[in-house]
């Protein structure tokens, strides 16, 4: 029965005549009263039940207007990094690395396609094959021509157990960047070096089997890789970042980094260093251990940390000792008087 029908009849019911109401016995009376409650609930059922379809019918349509938006941005965006790269979601250019061993006829192994990989993040990075170079005039990111460039087979094996890549960073055609990987045992050593630049060496060594899920095995497959971040961040910081960076600084260009600050900036960021972490700090480049060769930069540091003056004629050497001097004797006193405060209590 509809809801409809239930609504006539429930009509139906409250508009009988009291007199036939009263014709009625009590025993009739009550079974009316019985009928007119089972058809009223009976109509709320029929009433609840389609407004729960209603809902349950838009939810159902939210939902695959939603699925349909997830399908459509998962497909937008997929990963583009080797960095990005899942275990569901391949990125494009991983997969164009297995592609350019097929079309060789070559079943890679594991170090195979890690240096395809390596090949892979030089062009992440704004590097070209030296054999492109007269094709692109700019070292941006550009994904399209990452894309094309994988397929490129640039990196070849001279042997048995080293390859070489060469690479350069456009338009800066001069400089050839000489990444040289040579396999010795479960071990990858990565070396580069360019070409009219002096004191640009990098080194790297990868173990080859942390970047697989089946050790066991000596072919490399594609869905048995991982920790393809760790790998990114590594060769980046440690090989591809330096070698643009010495390149760039060569050319009088800078670079997104700590050292291309103006050095107003960077006594600036002193300010808020102790001066034991300027030591550290000014040690990790020739350009910040040149910075506190400067007699004033200490001058202050002493009066800022110790509230305490020194002599004009000292130099930065006397002067940085003397730093260290008073921080630990202060830092002995600091425990002295720790320690009296324990013996007391």
């Known amino acids: 029965m509809s809801s409809i029908h239930l609504l006539h009849l429930s009509y139906d019911i409250c508009h009988l005549s009291p007199w036939s109401v009263r014709k009625c016995s009590k025993e009739i009376e009550q079974r009316f009263l019985h009928a007119y409650i089972n058809v009223l609930n009976k109509m709320a059922e029929c009433v609840v039940s389609e407004a729960n379809k209603n809902i349950i019918d838009s939810s159902n349509q939210s939902s695959d207007v ?43 192994s594991k170090c195979d396609f890690l240096v395809g990989c390596l090949y892979t993040l030089m062009l992440e990075y704004g590097f070209i094959p030296q054999e492109k170079e007269s094709f692109y005039n700019d070292c941006g990111f550009n ?6 460039l994988v ?21 800066h055609h001069i400089y050839t960047c000489k990444v040289i990987c040579i396999k010795m045992g479960d071990d990858l050593i990565v070396n580069a070096i360019v070409k009219n630049i002096e004191d640009v060496h990098h080194t790297i060594m990868l173990d080859i089997l942390s970047y697989f899920t089946d ?20 060769f980046k910081n440690q090989v591809a970042f330096p ?35 300027i030591i550290k700090f000014t040690a990790i480049s020739k350009q910040f251990h040149s910075m506190r060769l400067e007699v004033k930069l200490w001058e202050n540091l002493i009066l800022r940390d110790f509230k305490c003056t020194v002599k004009k004629t000292l130099s930065y050497e006397e002067l940085m000792k003397e730093y260290g001097y008073i921080y630990r ?11 009296k405060k324990r013996m007391v209590l």
């Open 151 to 171: 397929s490129f087979p640039a990196w070849k094996k001279s042997d048995e157990n080293s390859y070489s890549l060469s690479f350069i960073l456009p338009p």
């Open 215 to 234: 050790g066991a095995h000596q072919k490399a497959c594609m869905d048995k890789m991982q920790n393809l971040r760790s790998l990114s961040t590594s």
């Open 243 to 277: 070698v643009k960076h010495a390149i760039l600084r060569t050319n009088g260009l800078r670079h997104p980094c700590l050292e291309d600050l103006p050095l107003e900036i960077i006594f600036y960021i002193f300010k808020y260093i102790h001066g034991t972490d």
């Open 66 to 108: 939603q699925s349909c938006q997830d399908i459509k941005t998962e497909k937008v965006m997929e990963p583009l990094l080797l960095e990005d790269f899942q275990r569901s979601r391949f990125p494009t250019t991983l997969k164009n690395i297995m592609k350019s061993f097929e079309k060789q006829g070559i079943q890679p």
């Open 329 to 339: 004797s202060q830092l002995r006193n600091r425990r002295h008087g720790s320690w």
């Open 143 to 148: 994904y399209s021509r990452i894309k094309d």
